[in-house]
């Protein structure tokens, strides 16, 4: 029950930021995950689990509010899913002690680019049409691979090009939900199949996945709401900070630095 407890919070706390930045719930999810000794394969099919849930509330919402660029849809969604399956296949390949320094020392480089965001100012211009699919497939192969990466690579880059922040935020959390899709079917997939040797140990982490499933669907609804008190830059400053401490220290100790 403490278990599920704490999950829960982090998948409500995780939530509320990626509803209203359309970014952080896999990275925070992740590495909490990995901090409990949890491989990265099982990590990142664990939280992407949860993500079906989260991210069809948070685009649900995201849809009713009319948030959505659907031509910008269009061309991001394909291009992730396709990144999607790649970094799937790719993470179930490897040993999971073999995938992990490298997995949380790409948390800890995702969390400083968030943390260096937040010093920037965000341009206002039409986001040029080539600067969508190497987004898109880049974005869905690190968030398979690295367990989250869709929103901080995804939703900056579309805003670092001048998108509109409303439609960028919510073009993006919309498709998250086919990526979270395409991966979770690209991990049932590798199980069934034998590909991912791995797999067995998947079951002991449901109680984490149910633990952010009701954190995040309890926040989605309300993210926008219960953030927007708060700068947005102070926002990416928390939560960078936080990712670069978790995933940093775990990156330390799998080096052997500390």
Request: hydrophobic residues 55%; negative net charge; without cysteine.
């Amino acid at each position: 029950m403490q278990e599920f407890i704490l999950f829960a919070i982090v998948g409500f706390v995780a939530q509320a930021v990626d509803g209203a930045l359309g970014m952080a719930y896999g990275v925070v999810s992740s590495t909490t995950l990995l901090g409990f000794g949890v491989s990265p394969a099982h990590a990142s099919a664990s939280v992407h689990a949860a993500e079906l849930f989260t991210t069809a509330a948070s685009g649900s919402a995201h849809l009713y509010h009319r948030n959505i660029d659907w031509k910008l849809f269009w061309r991001l969604m394909p291009f992730g899913v396709l990144g999607g399956v790649l970094g799937a296949f790719v993470l179930t390949s490897f040993e999971g002690a073999v995938m992990k320094p490298y997995v949380t020392t790409y948390l800890a480089l995702v969390g400083a680019w968030l943390l260096f965001r937040s010093f920037r100012r965000i341009p206002s211009n039409p986001v040029p049409a080539g600067a969508v699919p190497p987004l898109g497939l880049g974005g869905g192969f690190l968030d398979a691979a690295g367990g989250g990466g869709w929103g901080p690579i995804v939703t900056t880059g579309l805003l670092g090009f001048g998108g509109t922040p409303r439609y960028v935020i919510g073009t993006v959390n919309a498709s998250e939900f086919l990526i979270t899709l395409s991966v979770s079917l690209t991990f049932l997939f590798a199980l069934l199949t034998g590909h991912w040797e791995e797999a067995g140990e998947l079951t002991e982490n449901l109680v984490a996945v149910a633990g952010l499933v009701l954190g995040g669907v309890i926040a989605a609804p309300m993210a926008g709401l219960m953030v927007k008190s708060i700068a947005e830059k102070t926002l990416l400053r928390l939560v960078g900070g936080v990712i670069i401490l978790l995933a940093g220290w775990q990156t330390a100790e799998l080096f052997e630095l500390v």
